[in-house]
């Protein structure tokens, strides 16, 4: 049971707005089915983000782990910068 508690979550998701001081807004995408008609759909979650020293740009592709909550809408934290955007945003 000890590594298994200890786990916490990551997801990789592309960073769609960086407005707020330390925070930003990243869209993660997944592919559903529909149970009844089988079409495979495309849905989109985002979350708050906490980035510690603002490196993040917009379309950056970022990891981001589970911690603890950090505000009323941040309980992610982001560990680090995957893939640049391909333009300076």
Do not use: Q
């Not at 983000?49 to 950056?60: L, P, R, S, V």
């Amino acid at each position: 049971m000890g590594e298994s508690a200890n786990k916490r979550r990551e997801w990789v998701g592309r960073v769609v707005s960086n407005k707020m001081n330390k925070t930003v807004v990243v869209e993660i995408e997944r592919s559903v089915i529909h149970p009844l008609y089988r079409k495979v759909l495309r849905r989109v979650t985002k979350f708050k983000a906490h980035d510690e020293e603002n490196a993040c740009k917009i379309g950056d592709r970022v990891r981001m782990v589970e911690t603890r909550p950090i505000s009323k809408d941040k309980h992610m934290r982001v560990i680090e910068v995957v893939e640049k955007g391909r333009r300076g945003e």
